[in-house]
T-cell receptor, first 116, second 116 residues
Framework: AQKITQTQPGMFVQEKEAVTLDCTYD???????LFWYKQPSSGEMIFLIY??????QNATEGRYSLNFQKARKSANLVISASQLGDSAMYFC?????????????FGGGTRVLVKP | NAGVTQTPKFRVLKTGQSMTLLCAQD?????MYWYRQDPGMGLRLIHY???????AKGEVPDGYNVSRLKKQNFLLGLESAAPSQTSVYFC???????????????FGDGTRLSIL
């Protein structure tokens, strides 16, 4: 079974509008973390935001926020006020804390294209 | 602030040739990782290391070897390159320990490897 699932291969969003990127995960580890990374066309991986499984509040970081629904095992990324520079691939990743090495398991990604 | 540096950035090999990809980090991180990213997909873990002199297999280790002789360096070797190993390779590093569970992995800019 896939540990991280991103069901939206690609999305268009109008500039200045908000967009939600879906991420569902599967783990039996009660302690885990969820990360979102951005990969622009230049190829580098840019860390955006983190949510811990025991965090009481949804994480926010500037225009990025996480809609964390633990019971549903989902951690959707919300990008508010989209900008042209937000056009990129976005990856959700999970770290299971009982596993050695702080390894990350990545989803397949969602490509976002912001239209002017 | 170099962070994680990968060399080379691009390489073309013929089937059967060998090569080594070098990763260097200057953040004094204990953990280091090698991933591969195939077109339109997320990253998959090849090997990782939790400290100098240690290595462990990830999700897709076959056909690769690694070494971590120095804390700051993590080498990925292909002994006999195959076309299926054509991919973009990313190195990453992260802090260790329980207090570092919310710390992201920091990525290099990637190495684009083509095997003919």
């Amino acid at each position: 079974a896939q540990k991280i699932t991103q069901t939206q291969p690609g999305m268009f969003v109008q500039e200045k509008e908000a967009v939600t990127l879906d991420c569902t995960y599967d783990t039996s580890d009660p302690s885990y973390g969820l990360f979102w990374y951005k990969q622009p066309s230049s190829g580098e991986m840019i860390f955006l935001i983190y949510q811990g499984s025991y965090d009481q509040q949804n994480a926010t970081e500037g225009r990025y926020s996480l809609n964390f629904q633990k019971a549903r095992k989902s951690a959707n990324l919300v990008i508010s006020a989209s900008q042209l520079g937000d056009s990129a691939m976005y990856f959700c990743a999970m770290r299971e804390n009982r596993a050695a090495g702080n390894k990350l398991t990545f989803g397949g990604g969602t490509r976002v294209l912001v239209k002017p | 602030n170099a962070g994680v540096t990968q060399t080379p950035k691009f390489r073309v090999l013929k089937t059967g040739q060998s090569m080594t990809l070098l990763c260097a980090q200057d953040m004094n991180h204990e953990y280091m990782y090698w991933y591969r990213q195939d077109p339109g997909m997320g990253l998959r873990l090849i090997h990782y290391s939790v400290g100098e002199g240690t290595t462990a297999k990830g999700e897709v280790p076959d056909g690769y070897n690694v070494s971590r002789l120095k804390k700051q360096n993590f080498l990925l070797g292909l002994e006999s390159a195959a076309p299926s190993q054509t991919s973009v390779y990313f190195c990453a590093s992260s802090s260790s320990g329980l207090l570092a569970s919310n710390q992201p992995q920091h990525f290099g800019d990637g190495t684009r490897l083509s095997i003919l």
